[in-house]
């Protein structure tokens, strides 16, 4: 059973930065996508990147250029460094994890992922 319990979430300015963190425990497999996803309410929840077992990582293009992915690769911690914060960044996150490695056409896809954190709220004010 993979458990993800996320943190690092607040409340800053546009243009400000925050870094959330995601301990993952459980994963076996060698392969394996980590994700990252953000909800506002009554919308769908939606990629924001995804980092896996090769290092491959991809981004939505809405945050491109602003946001890194990354994995402590020796307990699996993973964190979503996010720079240039907007209003419109401001969201629930959720990491989330499967077993199988990422790809580009299929990363976004909340149904590919099994496992899922709770949330961390992120609200940037203009």
């Known amino acids: 059973q993979v458990h993800l319990v996320e943190s690092g979430g607040g409340s800053v300015q546009a243009g400000g930065s925050l870094r959330l963190s995601c301990a993952v425990s459980?994963?076996?497999?060698?392969?394996?996508?980590l994700g990252w996803f953000r909800q506002v309410p009554g919308k769908e929840r939606e990629a924001v990147a995804a980092?896996?077992?090769?290092?491959?990582?991809y981004y939505a293009d809405s945050v491109k250029g602003r946001f890194t992915i990354s994995e402590e690769f020796s307990d699996h911690t993973l964190f979503l460094q996010m720079n240039g914060l907007k209003p419109e960044d401001s969201a629930m996150y959720f990491c989330?994890?499967?077993?199988?490695?990422?790809?580009?056409?299929?990363?976004?896809?909340?149904?590919?992922?099994?496992?899922w954190g709770q949330g961390t709220q992120v609200s940037v004010s203009s």
């Open positions: 989330a994890a499967r077993e199988k490695s990422c790809f580009k056409d299929d990363y976004y896809l909340t149904s590919n992922y099994p496992s």
């Open positions: 459980g994963i076996i497999d060698d392969d394996y996508c």
């Open positions: 980092i896996d077992n090769w290092r491959s990582s």
